[in-house]
């Protein structure tokens, strides 16, 4: 059976409600990117599907989630659909975890040509082109803090492409799209196609990264499927602002003064790699010499960071410097640790903390009696996950004060 040429845009978690965190300081300037982008990249999905002429937009759950976006998501959320029924491109909606079914209000009533999936069990639509049935669309809605029922998805007997819409699946690793032949997943922001074969299941992704940990390009997945029944997946960015963590390798004697050379032609590289959008940059420090010492929180690194802000984050698109992060240990001469000094004493002591991690770093004991065992004291206990972090800055600030003390003598 010759199957129809079919091209959908697949879309996930948008979370519309979720503005950009994870940053100490919000330029002026970018105080409203910051706040707009996720309604700027849910805008360009839509703008996708009709740049494509996309016969469908698939929905996969964590649209919005409405007690706290308010009022302004259901408008916009309005006017994009419209916008599609327009174009006679319809939009098929699994509810997720933040945006089942019965949280869209009834009296925001939803275009004809959108279409939400029931929660509990497999809902059914036949897609149609000019009355002629091209697909069968298949979707369920989570109840949210339920799993999802992977049972009801089926191929359709006919011989249709079958597409299947979930936020999240049930299903083995592996066999995600055993059932339907392409599975438009949610719930997982970074894009992925987790099974090709014999159908495929693919994870679209967040359309906006919201924190420094979700780095490089975010968009939505333009599907196409030939006479043949052939799937072609390709990936549009649609991300308004990047988060960017970008390594520089230092080497023995390097300074500031080489350093901000090479941090320059990697701001260059990245404008260029990324054009048209505000990036965020975490710099991580890596190598080795005398000047990773340095750079810590609180001492060269903001130095740096102010300098860095002022050169690059100042344009539009802006380069803004999140952070600088150098998590290399301590590299000083072995003759210090056989010091009979403060120093050397200091430097026997963290070197017996970072081999032995059965002795504690509980930093209550330092509290005055009245705080212990307080909330406040709670945040003096060290986990092992911290442990290591902690000493290479202990570590870096301590020999950096000794370092200020021999300039003063």
């Known amino acids: 059976m010759s199957q129809p040429p079919l091209r959908f845009v697949h879309a996930g978690d948008l979370h519309l409600e979720r503005p950009l965190t994870g940053v100490s300081e919000i330029p002026d300037q970018l105080r409203e990117a910051f706040l707009e982008a996720p309604y700027l ?17 698939l929905l996969s759950g964590d649209v919005v989630h409405l007690d706290k976006a308010g009022p302004r998501a259901i408008v916009f959320l309005l006017e994009q659909f419209r916008r599609l029924a327009d174009h006679n491109i319809a939009v098929y909606w699994a509810g997720g975890q933040n945006d089942p079914v019965d949280a869209w209000p009834p009296t925001a ?12 069990r497999v809902g059914n639509f036949e ?34 492409f079958t597409i299947g819409v979930a936020h999240g699946t049930a299903a083995a690793p592996g066999s995600e799209g055993d059932r339907v032949h392409y599975m438009a997943l949610g ?3 970074r894009r992925q196609t987790v099974d090709q074969s014999p159908g495929i299941a693919h994870y679209a992704g967040t359309p906006q990264g919201r924190t420094p940990d979700e780095t490089g390009a975010f968009g939505c997945t333009v599907v196409s499927v030939d006479e043949s029944g052939h799937v072609k997946t390709n990936f549009v960015a649609v991300d308004v602002v990047r988060w960017i963590t970008e390594t520089v390798e230092l080497t023995a004697g390097a300074e500031v003064t080489t350093l901000l050379p090479q941090i320059d032609v ?13 990036l965020l940059v975490t710099w991580r420090i890596t190598g080795s010499g005398e000047l990773l010492n340095q750079l810590r929180p609180g001492g060269l690194s903001d130095e740096l960071i102010g300098q860095l802000r002022h050169m690059y984050g100042q344009k ?31 430097l026997r002591q963290l070197r017996e903390l970072e ?21 406040l004291a709670e945040l003096a206990r060290v986990s092992s996950a911290d442990r290591s972090e902690l000493l290479v800055a202990a570590s870096k600030l301590g020999m950096d004060l000794m370092s200020l003390d021999d300039v003063e003598e």
């Open 355 to 375: 081999e032995d991690d059965a002795i504690p770093l509980d930093l209550e004991e330092f509290f005055p009696a009245s705080l212990k065992g307080s909330p």
């Open 316 to 346: 539009s698109p802006a380069v803004w410097s999140v952070a600088i992060e150098c998590d290399e240990p301590l590299c000083v001469p072995g003759e210090w640790y056989d010091e009979e000094t403060i120093r050397g004493d200091v």
């Open 109 to 120: 009533t939803l275009p004809s040509n959108v279409h939400r999936f029931p929660s509990g």
């Open 266 to 278: 990697r701001v260059n590289n990245l404008k260029a790699k990324h054009p048209d959008r505000d």
């Open 187 to 189: 719930g997982q922001h």
């Open 41 to 57: 990249a849910a805008e360009q999905i839509f703008e996708t599907a009709l740049t494509e002429g996309a016969d469908a937009l």
């Open 127 to 160: 897609h149609k082109r000019r009355d002629q049935t091209i697909a069968r669309i298949q979707g369920i809605s989570r109840n949210p803090g339920q799993p999802v029922d992977d049972s009801g998805f089926h191929r359709d007997a006919k011989g249709l």
